[in-house]
């Protein structure tokens, strides 16, 4: 689940749906980069397991999907986008798990923790973004943002735990962002549901211990996905640069890796903690963001 970004203020990188950032640094970056990507990938069954994955119509969500159905999961693939989860399902044919799709506003509580009775493995993906200053920042966006990227995964949490703590197994992993572990100006409501997401996920692995439950959270940086695309036209326009430097100056300023993360490598991150060589990691966050947390 997205929604628009603006032009306006310019910040640091943000790390899932969408994002606006700026800075300074080196320009011999390209937009089409192609991704340094594992050669296999790891080695995981999900057979009779039931995985629920949001935002799921495109993006990271789409890629995670994809993955777990791979796998052998049934997926019931959240999102708002209708449109978007049949080509989603289309994509799924021929693997060996299932996608189903699920219309969802996540804004529905009540109807979010119900969709997450019966998950084995839950992924909480969706998001939104809007850049303005703290004085700007509309209030009811503050207030959705909130709702869709901290109530909402708590919700479905909720409805899934019963069942994970039933069987003794469940696999947690909340797609955090760079903005999880640090903050970027203009961009208060994101970095406040991922800084709340971090430490719901963390009390999540504490609680779910006894019970055979991991919790953890993945924190991309800028991920190559048609909405950053967009943004990466949109900041050029804006700024009267050309888009080569609105990826090295603006988005990959503070990444040691100079190109955009793959939506397929954030999914191989998730799968990986579905392994069973992943069962001692919980309560912490992967960062997947080219070395820009290392600073």
Known sequence: MTAPTTSGPVSRPSGSAAAEASGGGPASVS???????????????????????????????RACALRLAAAGARVRAVDRDGEGLDGLVKDAKGLVGTVEPSVLDLTDLDAAERAAAGTDVLVNN?????????????????????TVMLEAPFRLIRGALPHMYGQGWGRIINVSSVHGLRASAFKS????????LEGLSKTAALEGAPHGVTSNCVNPGYVRTPLV?????????????PEERVLADVLLQDSALKRLLEPDEVAEA????CTAQASFITGTSLALDGGWTAH
């Not at 409501?189 to 709340?196: N, R, S, T």
């Not at 695309?229 to 640069?241: N, P, V």
């Not at 998730?270 to 903690?273: F, S």
């Open 229 to 241: 695309e967009k943004q990466i036209a949109d900041q050029a326009e804006t700024h009267h640069i």
């Open 31 to 61: 937009s089409s980069s192609p991704a340094t990507a594992p050669s296999a990938p790891v080695a995981l069954d999900l057979g009779g397991r039931v995985a629920l994955v949001t935002g799921a119509a495109s993006g990271i969500g």
């Open 270 to 273: 998730v799968a990986y903690l």
């Open 126 to 146: 969706a998001g939104l973004q809007l850049v303005r200053p703290i004085e700007d920042f509309p209030v009811e966006v503050f207030h959705t943002v909130l």
């Open 189 to 196: 409501a994101y970095v406040a549901a991922k800084h709340g």
